[in-house]
């Protein structure tokens, strides 16, 4: 199975701030197709997970273009240009290279 | 917009069993793969189960191998997820997820908490 460690934990960030995520797969996630996934998702306190960004960079409709993706082979990284209030939550990597599928441990944002 | 109704959690004593009910709208369903995602109380994600468009392939994740059946119906427009010798363990609220494309899920539904407990 294909291990996924995503950094830090937690996250206090300023508002107005950028903040960055991190996630590292224990074996590269370009599939045989050509294209690399890894995913990310936001999930607010009660709500369920909202897709954020696939196959790295592709920002999903709606996601403010606040937030970025980036990264290749096993190392990606949740870029947010400058946090706002509704930001909090926590966050989650997801590789969909081949099953079963992990995620992240997931990091918590918060507004210091 | 893609809907996703999930039903069926409930308190179960450990070694019982549930079934688990998703119904899905607004979207060809029988064009997509499906998942199960779980998350146990306070715990991260985990990804349970996925089938394929005719149900001819099915994953699991190793801990519910065995135990837990993934199936649809897509004349319903549904999923289900039967679960057998419901463990501690299994307890989480589970989400009906919509795979969409590849390496990918995008839409979610709102979950049904699972308790297992005596």
């Known amino acids: 199975d294909v291990v996924v460690t995503q950094s830090p934990v937690s996250l206090p960030v300023t508002l107005g701030q950028p903040a960055f995520i991190s996630c590292r797969s224990s074996q590269s996630l370009v599939h045989s197709d050509g294209n690399t996934y890894m995913n990310w998702f936001h999930q607010r306190p009660g709500q369920s997970p909202r897709r954020l960004i696939y196959q790295v960079s592709k920002r999903d409709s709606g996601v403010p273009d606040r937030f970025s993706g980036s990264g290749s082979g096993t190392d990606f990284t949740l870029k947010i240009s400058r946090v706002e209030a509704e930001d909090v939550g926590i966050y989650y990597c997801?590789?969909?290279?081949?099953?079963?599928?992990?995620f992240g441990q997931g990091t918590t944002v918060e507004i210091k | 917009e893609v809907q996703l109704v999930t039903s069926g959690g409930d308190l179960v004593q450990p070694g019982g069993s549930l079934i688990l009910s998703c119904v899905g709208s607004?979207?060809?369903?029988?064009?997509?793969?499906m998942s199960w995602v779980r998350q146990a109380p306070g715990r991260g994600l985990e990804w349970v189960a996925v089938?394929?468009?005719?149900?001819?392939?099915?994953y699991y994740v190793d801990s519910v191998k065995g135990r837990f059946t993934v199936s649809r119906d897509n004349a319903k427009t549904s999923m289900f997820l039967q679960m057998n010798s419901l463990r501690a363990e299994d307890t989480a609220v589970y989400f009906c997820?919509?795979?969409?494309?590849?390496?990918?899920?995008?839409?979610w539904g709102q979950g049904t908490l699972v308790t297992v407990s005596s």
């Open positions: 607004r979207f060809i369903f029988s064009a997509d793969w």
């Open positions: 997801m590789e969909g290279l081949r099953w079963p599928w992990t």
């Open positions: 089938m394929n468009r005719d149900s001819s392939e099915k």
């Open positions: 997820v919509r795979n969409g494309a590849t390496g990918t899920v995008d839409y």
